[in-house]
């Protein structure tokens, strides 16, 4: 299927063609029909199947057969969970419509409010704000959300998850009743289905499955260690291909204060972004990082969300998510536009009943392998050995010395999971001979 039998105007084919998009996603081709025909959608898609323009191509295309908004009347809003999913689907926004003559602005805090204020008040069609800003600019008068034709929720169960919901409520009662409502959310929680009940009217259903699927694109491996080396084998991990661009998760943000601390101090370049940043320090690392400035990126959860990396190969689990969710959430990072990623978890035997949850979510055992120099003295209880396929290569452990190689994907190399994995192999190292990735 191409786009031009979506139905899109001719600026937005366009504007898709000097973004080199030759086909539209899943999401994009199940959405945008019922968008464009003015009705609610209730999707279930995460970041990286082509959301975004799936709600944003049909949006332009309406808002620029209407008439321009007024001052401080928008006529879309897109709510946000985090900063920089807004500056993300704004940046997409603009791309989308470049050759229209649609204005559009954000709002969200940890910036001034000056400029906000300014960019409303000369008139703004789509804005793009996070929750909390937009009740502050409300309060002010700044913004009047009377002329609202479409609300787009995006990342709703992220927005339940960080608390938004009674703004999201308090915000809703300024929207005007006779509108179109689009609901993207990875997950369906029951909070999320009352919120569709009470705010959506008659909404078409879409489900589509991660573009990239966590066990068809991703390699998933985990490296069980102790919870006292766990920042010595990060560093031999990365040390090992330190050109490589990684973004590395910690689960707190001083955890990840500390692991950058870490990484300079080893001579890596390193920045780190979450909550405490401010939205200065946390842009400039996201595009240190995109242009390659830095190679290591420290992230929380919540921060990651709406970061958007094309071909970034390797995602690094410092510490396993206390939802599961957000496993498929970091992972969703890597692995996109049909490159092959890598993910790669260090989990201490504290971490077992995460990563039992973790496995029960995606639907598979992630295969365990031990480095040498970093055997847990507790090991992981949890599961048993891989199945191996017939035919493939027998059980591998990788060296520490940096000459292991690891294994083409994670599926052939299962044999080290499972409990006490390292007494077998600890002292016999070998090395893979079907490796496109060193460790
Ligand atoms: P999203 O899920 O909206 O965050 O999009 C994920 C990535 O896919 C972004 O880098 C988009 O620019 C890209 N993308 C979206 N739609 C298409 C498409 N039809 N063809 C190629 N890339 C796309």
Request: charged share 20%.
């Amino acid at each position: 299927m191409s786009f031009d039998n979506l139905g899109l105007s001719s600026p937005l084919l366009r504007a898709l063609a000097d973004l080199g998009y030759t086909s539209p996603t899943e999401i994009q081709q199940l959405a945008i029909p019922h968008v464009l025909q003015g009705r609610d959608v209730l999707a279930g898609a995460q970041t990286g199947t082509g959301k975004t323009a799936a709600f944003a191509l049909p949006l332009l295309q309406r808002l620029a057969a209407g008439t321009p908004a007024t001052s401080k009347r928008p006529r879309a809003l897109v709510l946000t969970p985090t900063r920089e999913l807004a500056a993300q689907v704004h940046e997409s926004v603009r791309d989308y419509g470049k050759h229209l003559r649609i204005r559009s602005a954000t709002v969200f805090g940890g910036v001034g409010m000056v400029p906000q204020v300014e960019a409303l008040r000369r008139g703004v069609d789509v804005l793009v704000a996070t929750p909390g800003r937009l009740i502050d600019h409300l309060g002010q008068g700044t913004v009047d959300l009377s002329q609202i034709e479409v609300l787009i929720l995006d990342e709703a169960d992220r927005m339940l998850d960080m608390g938004f919901l009674p703004a999201i409520k308090r915000i809703l009662t300024k929207l005007p009743h006779k509108r179109q409502t689009l609901l993207f959310s990875a997950t369906f929680a029951e909070q999320i289905r009352e919120l569709a009940k009470q705010f959506l009217h008659n909404p078409a259903e879409i489900q589509v499955a991660p573009r990239n699927s966590t066990v068809e694109m991703i390699e998933h491996v985990v490296y069980p260690v102790d919870t006292a080396k766990k920042r010595d084998l990060l560093l031999h991990v990365l040390s090992l291909d330190s050109r490589r661009q990684t973004l590395v998760f910690s689960r707190t943000k001083h955890g990840a204060d500390r692991l950058v601390k870490l990484l300079e101090a080893a001579g890596m370049k390193a920045a780190a972004i979450h909550g405490n940043k401010s939205q200065g320090a946390r842009t400039k690392a996201l595009s240190d990082f995109k242009n390659g400035r830095i190679t290591a990126l420290v992230a929380t959860d919540i921060a990651a969300r709406g970061i958007d990396i094309d071909q970034l190969p390797t995602v690094i689990n410092f510490d396993l998510p206390m939802v599961a969710e957000d496993y498929v959430h970091r992972i969703g990072r890597t692995g996109r536009n049909g490159s092959t990623g890598h993910a790669i978890s260090l989990v201490c035997h504290e971490e077992a009943g995460q990563l039992r949850e973790i496995q029960k979510l995606i639907g598979r055992e992630i295969t365990q392998e031990v480095i040498v120099g970093f055997e847990p003295n507790q090991p992981l209880k949890m599961c048993g050995p891989m199945p191996r396929p017939s035919g493939s290569p027998r059980p591998q452990q990788r060296r520490a010395g940096g000459g292991g190689r690891g294994p083409a994907n994670g599926r052939s190399n299962g044999a080290s999971a499972g409990a006490g994995n390292n007494r077998s192999g600890a002292a016999q190292p070998r090395r893979s001979q079907n490796s496109d990735r060193r460790v």
